[in-house]
């Protein structure tokens, strides 16, 4: 029995080394930087200037993108992910669904600023359907489709996973006891599958408000997310400080939204 | 069963696929327009691969992304598939507080993860480029594996290991010959994943790469931020065969390995 503790301890140093250098240090490292003003003093000056309008007008807008951007990709990745499952070789349509997730994020991006520009594939279309030329580029609209463009495999993944592995006799028996399909759908499936939903919410959600590259590239600097605002912080204004000030709030609401899924998961079991 | 054969569902399928496709199909049909936009078909031309080719920079810029995503994949999944056994093996509430730990970086949004890593590397006074770029992949990448792992680890019954010690295996033996065979399908799906999280990730690799050292992503970044140019197309198509290569790849050895894995589902 000892030298299976020893095993196991064995098996977890480089694990935990990691876990104290790459998650742990940096964390307390940004909480640091946030008590440190431009001039490098340490003060509060950065969480007064958060609880400024600009700011807090600046979070608010962030955390509706991305609110918008989860409830779009989970509206359109649901019934993908339910309709594949019922697809012969089920296992290759999830991979060519997942094959667009590993061409490079930003040749994505690029791809619709062609797409979207003012003579792009997209305007042509609304020209022969009526509509007329739009600027479509740096708009809410790109910004929002784009990203639930990219982040759509994501979500289809985690609820995927979770309906495939729903044991098709809990189904028969909902069928053998009268349930119609729509009842069997919503008493059986989908509270079976709603950790997978969750996880491709926490997927999603999060990631969504820290697009800088999208919002530099797609909306042209008309949609500030968090995201942005600490890249700026960072490598433009070189404010340390202010950037690991929001940067604390990031990962205060990461932590509200990790203890809410796994709360509610405890609550379902 | 019904539903196989619904129009409506096949259709909605295939209009996922079709959105899914276009922008990329979109960017390799305009790598070969000799008009220089992506609007406007002007005729046939294998210029922007050539001036591609003729791009040693560029060649070089690719062959760190690669050595950059490989390496970065192996090493993280041998932490993470050693890691999850670990994880196994603590009691209950141990492991919900090592799994918490574990999230923090899958769901850290990337700007906080290149914006710690940057503070962390320059507190330690460690010089950007190359190494800095392959830890930050390598500790973004380590979570994950463990998320691929530990569910086939919980899939694999206790009485086995039991089983296997009690005809005297030792420590080495259980890992090599009943731990690994068992979760191989989810050690693939880690490493792929890996790879797919270093080629594809941009935000942490902008923060802690310096000034001599770059990736495929952030090399895009500052000529997309340019404007059109249809290099980048031309890069594209050769960068989605290469992907398709890695898919069938992948497929064919997931099939081989799945034929273990069929006979758990039945």
Redesign the interface.
Same mark, same amino acid.
């Given at each position: 029995m000892n030298?299976?503790k020893l095993?196991?301890?064995l098996?977890?140093v480089?694990?935990a080394v &990691?876990?104290l250098?790459?998650?742990?240090?940096? =964390?307390l490292?940004?909480i640091y930087?946030s008590f440190i003003d431009i001039q490098g003093n340490f003060s509060f000056a950065n969480y007064e200037k958060f609880f400024t309008p600009v700011y807090l007008k600046m979070t608010l807008s962030s955390f509706w993108y991305a609110f918008l951007i989860t409830l779009f990709s989970l509206l359109?990745a649901y019934?993908?992910a339910y !309709?594949?499952t019922?697809?012969?070789h089920k *296992?290759? &349509?999830l $991979? $060519?669904?997942i094959?667009? /997730? &590993?061409?490079?994020? $930003?040749?994505?991006?690029?791809?619709?600023?062609? =797409?979207f520009?003012t #003579?792009?594939?997209a305007n /042509?279309f609304l020209e022969v359907i009526g509509i007329g030329t739009q600027q479509l580029l740096f708009t809410d609209f790109s910004f929002i489709f784009v990203s639930v #463009?990219i982040f759509?495999?994501f979500m289809i993944l985690p609820i995927f996973n979770a309906i495939d592995t729903i044991n098709p006799v809990l189904l028969d028996a909902a069928r053998d006891l009268g349930a119609s399909k729509w009842d069997t759908f919503r008493r059986v499936v989908f509270p079976l599958t709603m950790n997978g939903v969750k996880s491709g919410i *926490?997927?999603v959600f =999060?990631?969504a408000? /820290?697009l800088?590259?999208l919002t530099?590239?797609i909306a042209g600097n008309r949609v500030i997310t !968090?995201?942005t605002a =600490?890249?700026q912080h960072?490598?433009v204004t070189q404010d &340390?400080g202010m950037?690991?000030t929001i940067?604390v709030f $990031?990962?205060i609401a990461?932590f509200l939204?990790?203890f809410l899924t /796994?709360g509610f998961r405890k609550r379902g079991a | 069963m019904k539903k196989k054969s619904s129009p409506f569902a096949n259709l909605f399928l295939i209009i996922i696929f079709l959105i899914l496709y276009a922008p990329i199909f979109y960017l390799i049909f305009y790598s070969f327009n000799s008009g220089g936009t992506m609007s406007g078909f002007d005729g046939f031309t294998l210029d922007w691969y050539q001036e591609l080719f003729q791009d040693t920079r560029l060649f070089i810029i690719v062959l760190n992304t690669i050595v950059v995503a490989l390496l970065s994949a192996l090493i993280s999944t041998i932490i993470g598939v050693f890691g999850a056994i670990a994880i196994r093996s603590f009691k209950k509430k141990q492991q919900n507080t090592l799994l918490s730990l574990n999230n923090v970086l899958i769901v850290s949004p990337d700007v906080i993860i290149g914006a710690s890593f940057l503070i962390l590397f320059t507190i330690a006074g460690f010089r950007l480029g190359f190494y800095s770029v392959l830890l930050s992949h390598i500790a973004f990448s380590v979570p994950i594996v463990v998320l691929m792992v530990l569910p086939k680890l919980y899939e694999m019954s206790p009485s086995l290991l039991d089983a296997a010690r009690d005809l005297g295996a030792n420590n080495w033996q259980v890992l090599t010959k009943v731990i690994l065979p068992y979760i191989t399908p989810g050690v693939f799906a880690g490493f792929f994943m890996a790879l797919t999280y270093s080629l594809d990730d941009f935000a942490v690799t902008f923060f802690v790469t310096g000034n001599g050292f770059s990736t495929l992503s952030v090399e895009i970044y500052s000529m997309a931020r340019q404007g059109i140019s249809l290099n980048i197309n031309a890069l594209s198509t050769i960068l989605f065969l290469a992907t398709i290569l890695l898919v069938v790849i992948y497929y064919f050895i997931t099939q081989r390995s799945g034929t273990r894995g069929v006979n758990f589902r039945k």
């Open positions: 030298n299976h095993t196991r301890n098996y977890m480089p694990y &990691w876990i250098l790459f998650v742990i240090a940096p =964390i490292l940004v930087y359109v019934p993908t !309709l594949l019922k697809t012969k *296992q290759l &349509w $991979l $060519l669904i094959v667009p /997730s &590993w061409i490079n994020l $930003l040749l994505k991006a690029y791809a619709f600023i062609g =797409i520009g #003579y792009g594939v /042509s #463009y759509i495999p *926490q997927i =999060i990631p408000l /820290s800088f590259m530099r590239l !968090l995201g =600490i890249e960072f490598l &340390w950037g690991a940067a $990031l990962i990461m939204i990790m /796994s | -």
